[in-house]
């Protein structure tokens, strides 16, 4: 079946540390997309790949970074420079306006 | 800037009771709203789809209806059921410069057996 995987499930990150949350999907879609989710705020656009070799950052990219050098995969990472990472972490896809969520992360700073 | 309201925030109703939860958009120039749900700590399911020309769609017991004029959405859902407890997000694609969704920030729902 078609979809999108993110790994892993569950994230402990110590303070200074770097952590990277993975995100494959089998869909053929050229679009993905990171968001964060907190309590009471919502989704926020993180970064957003249209097609390969190719992303821009959204409205909260500033402690992130990403890689886009397959189509399949677009992974994340968490840098220190990230105060506050503690969050649930939701990667996208999308062909024509239409939305496919993987199951998510959860990032805990330890 | 888009920006998406959702009403109520919480909402707790007895089971098999129809109930509607509500959305609205700032900015009318959308290609398309989609109505989401999402379980304790899991990914977002999508439900239904609404493309900027349509009025509504209707999925099982759902329906959502889109207003693209006044910038209002809502989804109705049909004899509730306990399984039906969830948090239900509604987002909009306005595509052009700005790539992604806007979201709403959700409408907490507990259906009591």
């Known amino acids: 079946d078609g979809g999108i995987t993110q790994s892993p499930k569950y994230l402990f990150r110590k303070e200074g540390q770097n952590v990277t949350l993975s995100c494959e999907q089998n869909?053929?879609?050229?679009?993905m997309y990171w968001y964060r989710q907190d309590p009471g705020q919502g989704l926020r656009l993180i970064y957003y790949?249209?097609?390969?070799?190719?992303?821009q950052k959204g409205d909260i990219a500033e402690g992130y970074s990403v890689s886009r050098e397959k189509k399949e995969s677009f992974p994340l990472t968490v840098t220190s420079a990230q105060k506050n990472p503690t969050a649930f972490y939701l990667c996208?896809?999308?062909?024509?306006?239409?939305?496919?969520f993987g199951s998510g992360t959860r990032l805990t700073v330890v | 800037k888009q920006e998406v309201t959702q009403i109520p925030a919480a909402l707790s109703v007895p089971e098999g009771e129809n109930l509607v939860l509500n959305c609205s958009f700032t900015?009318?120039?959308?290609?398309?709203l989609q109505w989401f749900r999402q379980d304790p700590g899991k990914g977002l399911t999508s439900l239904l789809l609404?493309?900027?020309?349509?009025r509504e769609q209707t999925s099982g017991r759902l329906n959502a209806s889109l207003d693209k004029s006044s910038g209002r959405s809502t989804l109705y859902i049909a004899a509730s059921q306990p399984g039906d407890s969830a948090t239900y997000l509604c987002?909009?694609?306005?595509?052009?410069?700005?790539?992604?969704?806007?979201f709403g920030k959700g409408t907490h729902l507990i259906i009591q057996p």
């Open positions: 996208a896809s999308r062909t024509q306006g239409i939305y496919t």
């Open positions: 869909l053929n879609h050229d679009a």
């Open positions: 790949s249209q097609i390969v070799n190719d992303f």
């Open positions: 900015d009318s120039a959308i290609y398309n």
């Open positions: 609404i493309q900027s020309s349509q």
């Open positions: 987002a909009v694609f306005s595509g052009g410069g700005a790539d992604g969704l806007t």
